[in-house]
Protein backbone atom coordinates (compact mmCIF):
# COMPACT_ATOMS: atom_id res chain seq x y z
CA UNK A 1 0.00 0.00 0.00
CA UNK A 2 1.35 3.62 -1.07
CA UNK A 3 2.39 5.81 2.28
CA UNK A 4 0.73 8.86 0.66
CA UNK A 5 1.18 12.58 2.27
CA UNK A 6 -0.61 14.47 4.89
CA UNK A 7 0.59 17.56 3.71
CA UNK A 8 2.92 19.21 0.41
CA UNK A 9 4.44 23.04 0.87
CA UNK A 10 6.52 24.91 -1.31
CA UNK A 11 8.26 27.64 0.12
CA UNK A 12 11.01 30.24 -1.73
CA UNK A 13 14.38 29.93 -1.26
CA UNK A 14 17.15 32.59 -1.96
CA UNK A 15 21.03 31.94 -2.96
CA UNK A 16 23.34 33.72 -4.68
CA UNK A 17 24.69 31.94 -7.84
CA UNK A 18 26.76 32.46 -10.72
CA UNK A 19 25.21 32.75 -13.62
CA UNK A 20 25.32 33.82 -17.57
CA UNK A 21 24.19 36.83 -18.94
CA UNK A 22 24.20 38.09 -22.06
CA UNK A 23 24.62 41.66 -22.85
CA UNK A 24 26.00 43.99 -26.00
CA UNK A 25 29.51 45.29 -26.07
CA UNK A 26 29.82 48.74 -26.22
CA UNK A 27 32.88 48.75 -28.20
CA UNK A 28 32.62 46.52 -30.75
CA UNK A 29 28.91 45.71 -31.18
CA UNK A 30 28.89 42.01 -30.31
CA UNK A 31 26.44 40.15 -28.11
CA UNK A 32 28.85 38.79 -25.34
CA UNK A 33 28.16 36.11 -22.23
CA UNK A 34 29.70 37.68 -18.76
CA UNK A 35 29.49 35.43 -15.34
CA UNK A 36 27.74 37.32 -12.77
CA UNK A 37 26.55 36.90 -9.04
CA UNK A 38 22.92 37.04 -8.73
CA UNK A 39 20.42 36.49 -6.00
CA UNK A 40 18.01 33.65 -7.57
CA UNK A 41 14.98 32.30 -5.83
CA UNK A 42 14.12 28.67 -6.10
CA UNK A 43 11.24 27.07 -4.74
CA UNK A 44 12.05 24.34 -2.50
CA UNK A 45 9.21 21.27 -1.96
CA UNK A 46 8.72 19.78 1.42
CA UNK A 47 6.41 17.12 1.97
CA UNK A 48 5.03 15.59 5.12
CA UNK A 49 4.17 11.56 4.73
CA UNK A 50 1.53 9.84 5.75
CA UNK A 51 2.56 7.09 8.92
CA UNK A 52 2.71 3.31 8.01
CA UNK A 53 1.41 0.79 10.14
CA UNK A 54 4.76 -0.02 10.92
CA UNK A 55 5.25 3.29 11.87
CA UNK A 56 2.58 4.25 14.25
CA UNK A 57 3.20 0.98 16.15
CA UNK A 58 6.40 2.51 16.58
CA UNK A 59 5.40 5.79 17.34
CA UNK A 60 3.00 4.12 19.89
CA UNK A 61 6.19 2.40 21.58
CA UNK A 62 7.94 5.67 21.69
CA UNK A 63 5.53 7.11 23.73
CA UNK A 64 5.00 4.04 26.10
CA UNK A 65 9.00 4.05 26.51
CA UNK A 66 8.59 8.22 27.58
CA UNK A 67 5.72 7.67 29.28
CA UNK A 68 7.57 4.95 31.48
CA UNK A 69 10.35 7.40 31.88
CA UNK A 70 8.60 10.62 33.18
CA UNK A 71 6.60 8.10 35.93
CA UNK A 72 10.50 6.61 36.83
CA UNK A 73 11.14 10.48 37.61
CA UNK A 74 8.06 11.01 39.65
CA UNK A 75 6.19 12.69 37.32
CA UNK A 76 2.36 11.84 37.89
CA UNK A 77 0.10 10.70 35.16
CA UNK A 78 -3.13 12.32 34.16
CA UNK A 79 -5.32 10.08 36.09
CA UNK A 80 -3.02 10.34 39.26
CA UNK A 81 -3.45 13.97 39.12
CA UNK A 82 -7.25 13.84 38.77
CA UNK A 83 -7.23 11.02 41.20
CA UNK A 84 -4.87 13.46 43.91
CA UNK A 85 -7.10 16.58 43.38
CA UNK A 86 -10.23 14.37 44.43
CA UNK A 87 -8.66 13.06 47.30
CA UNK A 88 -7.34 16.10 48.31
CA UNK A 89 -10.35 18.14 47.98
CA UNK A 90 -8.67 20.43 45.10
CA UNK A 91 -10.57 22.01 42.16
CA UNK A 92 -12.25 19.02 40.96
CA UNK A 93 -14.78 16.99 43.03
CA UNK A 94 -14.80 13.41 43.11
CA UNK A 95 -17.84 13.03 41.03
CA UNK A 96 -16.11 15.51 38.36
CA UNK A 97 -12.66 13.71 39.03
CA UNK A 98 -14.23 10.11 38.38
CA UNK A 99 -15.75 11.31 35.22
CA UNK A 100 -12.73 12.94 34.02
CA UNK A 101 -10.98 9.35 34.54
CA UNK A 102 -13.71 7.89 32.40
CA UNK A 103 -13.80 10.36 29.23
CA UNK A 104 -10.01 9.95 29.46
CA UNK A 105 -10.44 6.01 29.63
CA UNK A 106 -12.69 6.64 26.23
CA UNK A 107 -10.95 8.89 24.11
CA UNK A 108 -8.06 6.86 24.35
CA UNK A 109 -10.49 3.89 23.20
CA UNK A 110 -12.05 5.66 20.72
CA UNK A 111 -8.60 6.88 19.22
CA UNK A 112 -7.51 3.20 18.94
CA UNK A 113 -10.70 1.86 17.20
CA UNK A 114 -10.37 4.99 14.80
CA UNK A 115 -6.88 3.79 14.11
CA UNK A 116 -8.28 -0.17 13.69
CA UNK A 117 -10.68 0.85 11.42
CA UNK A 118 -8.72 3.26 9.52
CA UNK A 119 -5.94 0.53 8.51
CA UNK A 120 -8.49 -2.59 8.08
CA UNK A 121 -10.28 -1.30 5.14
CA UNK A 122 -11.33 2.61 5.68
CA UNK A 123 -13.13 2.98 2.63
CA UNK A 124 -15.56 0.54 3.54
CA UNK A 125 -15.19 1.69 7.22
CA UNK A 126 -15.99 5.20 6.42
CA UNK A 127 -19.32 5.94 8.04
CA UNK A 128 -18.20 3.97 11.20
CA UNK A 129 -15.01 6.41 11.29
CA UNK A 130 -17.11 9.56 11.03
CA UNK A 131 -18.96 8.95 13.43
CA UNK A 132 -16.44 8.06 16.11
CA UNK A 133 -14.16 10.78 15.13
CA UNK A 134 -17.34 13.63 15.86
CA UNK A 135 -17.79 11.69 19.34
CA UNK A 136 -13.71 11.20 19.80
CA UNK A 137 -13.63 15.44 19.20
CA UNK A 138 -16.39 16.15 21.56
CA UNK A 139 -14.73 14.32 24.04
CA UNK A 140 -11.31 15.71 23.46
CA UNK A 141 -13.08 19.26 23.58
CA UNK A 142 -14.44 18.20 27.20
CA UNK A 143 -11.54 17.67 28.35
CA UNK A 144 -9.56 20.36 26.93
CA UNK A 145 -11.94 23.09 28.82
CA UNK A 146 -11.36 21.58 32.18
CA UNK A 147 -7.66 21.20 31.45
CA UNK A 148 -7.90 24.77 30.83
CA UNK A 149 -9.86 25.56 34.00
CA UNK A 150 -7.27 23.91 35.89
CA UNK A 151 -5.12 26.42 34.73
CA UNK A 152 -2.94 24.02 32.12
CA UNK A 153 -1.43 22.04 35.24
CA UNK A 154 -1.84 19.13 32.51
CA UNK A 155 0.50 20.07 30.64
CA UNK A 156 3.42 18.90 33.08
CA UNK A 157 1.97 15.48 33.21
CA UNK A 158 3.99 12.25 32.27
CA UNK A 159 1.23 11.63 29.41
CA UNK A 160 1.91 15.47 27.96
CA UNK A 161 5.61 14.86 27.73
CA UNK A 162 5.07 11.53 26.68
CA UNK A 163 2.70 12.96 23.69
CA UNK A 164 4.81 16.10 22.93
CA UNK A 165 7.82 13.65 22.49
CA UNK A 166 5.77 11.29 20.17
CA UNK A 167 5.11 14.11 18.24
CA UNK A 168 8.26 15.34 17.75
CA UNK A 169 9.22 12.00 16.76
CA UNK A 170 6.60 11.98 13.71
CA UNK A 171 7.61 15.03 12.75
CA UNK A 172 11.19 13.50 12.33
CA UNK A 173 10.36 10.69 11.13
CA UNK A 174 7.66 11.79 8.48
CA UNK A 175 8.87 15.92 7.05
CA UNK A 176 10.96 15.44 4.41
CA UNK A 177 12.56 18.03 1.45
CA UNK A 178 12.61 17.16 -1.79
CA UNK A 179 15.91 17.76 -3.19
CA UNK A 180 16.70 16.53 -7.18
CA UNK A 181 13.36 14.74 -7.32
CA UNK A 182 13.80 12.70 -4.32
CA UNK A 183 12.78 12.81 -0.75
CA UNK A 184 15.46 13.27 2.10
CA UNK A 185 14.73 13.64 5.78
CA UNK A 186 14.45 17.19 6.59
CA UNK A 187 17.02 16.91 9.82
CA UNK A 188 20.64 16.05 9.77
CA UNK A 189 22.02 13.22 11.73
CA UNK A 190 21.88 9.44 11.63
CA UNK A 191 20.45 8.97 14.99
CA UNK A 192 17.19 9.91 16.44
CA UNK A 193 18.81 11.46 19.03
CA UNK A 194 21.19 13.88 16.31
CA UNK A 195 18.23 14.76 14.36
CA UNK A 196 15.66 15.95 17.65
CA UNK A 197 18.84 17.68 18.16
CA UNK A 198 18.81 19.51 15.06
CA UNK A 199 15.44 20.15 15.05
CA UNK A 200 15.86 22.01 17.85
CA UNK A 201 18.37 24.36 16.18
CA UNK A 202 16.68 25.11 12.96
CA UNK A 203 14.27 26.49 15.95
CA UNK A 204 16.42 28.65 17.48
CA UNK A 205 19.15 28.99 14.96
CA UNK A 206 17.86 28.20 11.25
CA UNK A 207 17.07 29.90 8.12
CA UNK A 208 13.55 31.84 7.96
CA UNK A 209 12.78 29.08 5.54
CA UNK A 210 14.28 26.12 7.57
CA UNK A 211 12.02 27.88 10.68
CA UNK A 212 8.99 28.52 8.53
CA UNK A 213 9.25 24.95 7.10
CA UNK A 214 9.37 23.21 10.73
CA UNK A 215 6.41 25.49 11.85
CA UNK A 216 4.72 24.29 8.85
CA UNK A 217 5.83 20.81 9.53
CA UNK A 218 4.51 20.74 13.40
CA UNK A 219 1.23 22.57 12.38
CA UNK A 220 0.51 19.72 9.70
CA UNK A 221 1.32 16.87 12.45
CA UNK A 222 -0.22 18.04 15.35
CA UNK A 223 -3.42 18.67 12.76
CA UNK A 224 -3.05 15.15 11.71
CA UNK A 225 -2.80 13.64 15.00
CA UNK A 226 -5.80 14.85 16.78
CA UNK A 227 -7.94 14.44 13.59
CA UNK A 228 -7.12 11.44 11.20
CA UNK A 229 -8.93 12.19 8.82
CA UNK A 230 -6.92 15.37 8.11
CA UNK A 231 -5.57 16.06 4.30
CA UNK A 232 -4.27 18.44 2.26
CA UNK A 233 -7.15 21.23 2.10
CA UNK A 234 -8.27 20.63 6.27
CA UNK A 235 -4.03 21.34 6.73
CA UNK A 236 -3.77 24.36 4.90
CA UNK A 237 -6.55 26.03 6.72
CA UNK A 238 -5.65 24.88 10.13
CA UNK A 239 -2.28 26.67 9.05
CA UNK A 240 -3.54 29.46 7.86
CA UNK A 241 -5.80 30.28 11.00
CA UNK A 242 -2.90 29.45 13.10
CA UNK A 243 -0.94 32.35 11.22
CA UNK A 244 -3.52 34.83 11.42
CA UNK A 245 -3.88 34.16 15.31
CA UNK A 246 -0.92 34.11 16.21
Known amino acids: MAQGYIYKFTLETKEKKKVEVERKNKETGEIETIIQNK ?92 ELQVELLQLRQELADLELSMQGVYGHTADARAERSMLLWYTIQLCKVVEEGEEKSFFDGLLYEDQLENLYEKDEEGTLVEKEALQNFMAAISYWFYNNSADQEAVEKFIESSKKNA
Open 39 to 130: TVKTPTEFVVKKPSRRLIDEAEAQYAIELSKNIKKGIITKNMLVKKYADTGGQLTETEAAGMVRKLQKSNELANEIQLLTVTDKKENKKKIE
